[in-house]
């Protein structure tokens, strides 16, 4: 079951980088992110009823709700939203990948979680595929200010995704669904959006193109309704360090689908970076010890 949520999680979100891309444009950001949620919000809610799961959470819940919906489905995306306006989506890749290491750091200190050493050695390997996957875009920028400020804001937003695993892992721990917990925080998210947008007087009309229509529906249920859901029942099983290892592969399928359709070359720095974050997938899950205790003789 884990694999499965984990293979759906990469798929999905690997292939949200482009999508968000086709969003930018026209139609400001938070007005894009508050439509995301509020389609998002709204199937969740018709999948519990059909369900016939509980939909109201306990009263000790509702604080860790308005946070994960202020952190993960409001601040994470207008972060990411304006960075990828600034930076290249392979650069904003690249921070979002140390989503693992935050999330260890922040267990520990936040929630007395034990470090766990081979989630971190994985994540870092990981992240040194990543930075040979992106060196020659990484060494345009150096000298770019702007640049920096869009990587900063970029690692805002992972830190708020951070935080909004975190907070899942808490509610899952007081035996919440992330089917529930979701509907209410991508509701709370997009309430805060929506109320920005019309206090900085944007209009809520969305761009009338196949593009951005197909963009906005793919977000909203496979990359928030399937996508976080899956993500999150991954972190409440497996906690969110291993979880977020997933955020390392994501270049990996984005980087798959450029190959499709933007014409992305392949390097061999390229290649020895995917194959150190598959490596990093290995020592991250404790495949390799699994694999050898498996196949020593008794």
Known sequence: MN??????TVLIWGTTWIAIKWQLGAVPPPVSIAWRFWIAALLLFALLRIMRRPIWPPRGAWRYLAA??????????????????????????VVFSTAPLLNSINGRLFMGRPLQPSAIAGALLGLVGIVCLFVQQMAGHLGDHTAWLGLGIAFLG??????GNLLSSRMQ??????????SWAMLIGAAVLTLGSLFAGYSFAVEPSVRYLGALAYLAVFGSVIGFTAYLML?????????AYCTVLFPIVALAASTLFEGYRWSALAVVG?????????VAFDLTRRIFVRRRPA
């Open 274 to 282: 995917l194959l150190l974050v598959l490596a990093g997938n290995l």
């Open 68 to 93: 994960q919906g202020l952190a993960l489905f409001c601040l994470n995306f207008l972060c990411f939203y304006y960075a990828e306006q600034i930076v290249p989506s392979g650069l904003v890749a």
């Open 235 to 243: 972190v409440g099983r497996m906690g969110p360090e291993r979880a």
């Open 158 to 163: 992972t830190l708020c995704f951070s935080a």
């Open 173 to 182: 721990s007081m035996g919440l669904h992330p089917f529930a917990t979701n």
């Open 3 to 8: 694999l499965l949520l984990y293979a759906v």
